[in-house]
């Protein structure tokens, strides 16, 4: 039976650095191989985290068990932009509904304009984020 979550439950937002890595890589990979439809590699992961920890940021209970994340990135891009990617998002189920992935996500936004994105992408869809 899911566990029922009171509304008041604690939540914090970390930024990923390598010192999370044997702690939280493989609850990150299950957590997302649980909610997307593509099962990634051990190498695709240290391959976004390795280059790209500071895009990315988790969600971590009372417990501090992970409960959601976003990995990012951000290259040059052959037009000559900084363009950054939004490669995976994931919240536990029953965290659902309260703004968790919003929040990752407009933190590893911000953390990408800081870095001088020209733009922010997700699969097809892209938006800038120039002043």
């Not at 500071?54 to 969600?59: A, V």
Request: glycine letters at 6%; a negative charge; proline letters at 2%.
């Amino acid at each position: 039976m899911p566990r029922t979550l009171s509304s008041t439950t604690h939540l914090s937002y970390v930024q990923y650095d390598s010192s999370k890595e044997a702690r939280y890589l493989s609850a990150i990979r299950q957590l997302i191989s649980h909610d997307l439809s593509e099962p990634y590699s051990i190498y695709v992961y240290r391959f976004f985290l390795y280059q790209w920890g500071d895009l990315c940021f988790m969600t971590l209970d009372e417990e501090e068990q992970l409960v959601g994340v976003v990995i990012s990135k951000l290259e040059p891009h052959r037009s000559g932009t900084s363009r950054g990617y939004i490669a995976m998002l994931a919240v536990k189920e029953e965290y659902r509904g309260r703004g968790i992935a919003t929040k990752l996500v407009r933190m590893a936004i911000d953390a990408m304009i800081k870095r001088d994105a020209d733009e922010v992408g997700q699969s097809n869809m892209s938006m800038a984020v120039a002043e």
